[in-house]
C-alpha cells in the first residue's frame, strides 16, 4: 500500500478529507509506534565500513554518520576484506555491555565489548584487531511524506491506518470511534507478531 493509499485510507474511513496534514502527523506517530513497540527482525539493516576511528584496541563508531536511522545494535562484528578481498571475513563477534562495566572483577579490561553512550560506539578489542566492521541494527522507520518507508504499511496496512484513525476520531471528540479502532490496533499488532518474527523469538 503507497503513502497515498494510507492518506486516502484514512481520509475516506474517518470521513475528514479535509484534515490533510493531520492525517499525515497521525500516520507519522501510527508508523513509529507499531516499528517501536517491539524489536521487528525485518527492521535489522546490515552495513560495513570503516571506524569512525581506529585507535585499536580501541575502536569508535559515531551512528549518526555511519547508521542512518540509528535505533539499537542488534550486533557489531570486526571484518576483515582488505587482507584477502575474495575472501572476507568475521574476525570476533563484540559482546554489549554498559559504559560502567568494561572491566571484570579482577579489574582487567574486558576485550570484545562494546557500550553505546550518546550517539557514539566504542569497542574494546582484544582478539584481533579489526580494521573494518560489519554491524547488523534496528532502523527506525521513514514517516516523511516524500520519503515514507515501512514494511508493516505494505505487509499489515490496517495495523497502521486504524492507529490513524483513533488518533483523528479522538481529535474530533468520538471518544467511541476512537477507542474501537485502537482496539482494533492491539488485534493487528497481535497478528503482525503472530506471522513475523521479533528478536526475542515472540
Not at 110 to 138: E, S
Request: proline content about 5%; aromatic content about 10%.
Amino acid at each position: 500500500m503507497s503513502y497515498q493509499d494510507l492518506v486516502d485510507s484514512v481520509a475516506e474511513t474517518t470521513k475528514r478529507p479535509e484534515r490533510q496534514t493531520q492525517i499525515q502527523r497521525a500516520l507519522a506517530k501510527a508508523t513509529l509506534k507499531i516499528h517501536l513497540v517491539d524489536f521487528w527482525m525485518r527492521d535489522i539493516v546490515e552495513v560495513k565500513g570503516d571506524w569512525t576511528q581506529n585507535l585499536a584496541p580501541r575502536y569508535e563508531l559515531d551512528t549518526e554518520a555511519k547508521l542512518p536511522h540509528f535505533r539499537k545494535i542488534a550486533y557489531l562484528n570486526g571484518y576483515d576484506d582488505l587482507t584477502d578481498p575474495a575472501h572476507p571475513r568475521v574476525m570476533q563477534q563484540f559482546k554489549e555491555t554498559s559504559p560502567g562495566k568494561i572491566r571484570n572483577d579482577y579489574n582487567k579490561m574486558m576485550i570484545d565489548v562494546f557500550y553505546l553512550a550518546g550517539r557514539l560506539i566504542t569497542c574494546w578489542a582484544g582478539t584481533y584487531m579489526p580494521p573494518r566492521f560489519l554491524c547488523g541494527y534496528y532502523v527506525r522507520p521513514i514517516v516523511t511524506p516524500e520519503g515514507y518507508n515501512s514494511w508493516i504499511a505494505e505487509m499489515y496496512p490496517a495495523a497502521i491506518t486504524d492507529e490513524a484513525c483513533a488518533e483523528v476520531f479522538g481529535s474530533v471528540g468520538d471518544i467511541d470511534e476512537a477507542k474501537r479502532r485502537r482496539d482494533m490496533f492491539m488485534g493487528n499488532l497481535q497478528i503482525v507478531r503472530v506471522n513475523d518474527v521479533t528478536a526475542t523469538g515472540e
